[in-house]
């Protein structure tokens, strides 16, 4: 079992910004690719970003692009995601996830694929 714990959520006006930390625990890290996903309130839980084991290779739903950034630190067994230049429809129950590798610059946008995940942390951003 891989366990994970998500912190940095909380409440920013908009534009402001916010780094969302994962940490990860119980497997080894580096056979992991892993994500972000978010939550609102009435919808479904959707695709962020994702990273790849190395942290070399990203990819961002459109609605974040340019504005978010995900990273790693293996060392640490964490996951991060800088958020700037936040909007009132970021708000959200954001989770991190993980998912077992299967090449080397694996990444994964579908929710479906990951085998573990955080509880969520809040962010909320007032407009």
Same mark, same amino acid.
């Given at each position: 079992q891989m366990q994970l714990v998500e912190s940095g959520g909380g409440l920013v006006q908009a534009g402001g910004s916010l780094r969302l930390s994962c940490a990860a625990s119980g497997h080894a890290f580096i056979n992991f690719a892993m994500g972000w996903f978010r939550q609102a309130p009435g919808k479904e839980r959707e695709f962020v970003a994702t990273v790849s084991w190395n942290g070399l290779n990203t990819y961002y739903s459109d609605s974040v692009k340019g504005r978010f950034t995900i990273s790693r630190d293996n060392a640490?067994? $964490?996951? =991060? !995601?800088?958020? *700037? /230049? !936040?909007?009132?429809? *970021?708000?959200?129950? =954001?989770?991190?996830?993980?998912?077992?590798? $299967? /090449?080397? /610059? =694996? @990444?994964? @946008?579908?929710?479906s694929s990951y085998e573990y995940w955080g509880q969520g942390t809040q962010v909320t951003v007032s407009s």
């Open positions: 640490a067994n $964490t996951v =991060y !995601l800088q958020m *700037d /230049s !936040l909007k009132p429809e *970021d708000a959200a129950v =954001y989770y991190c996830a993980a998912v077992r590798i $299967t /090449s080397y /610059s =694996y @990444i994964e @946008i579908k929710e």
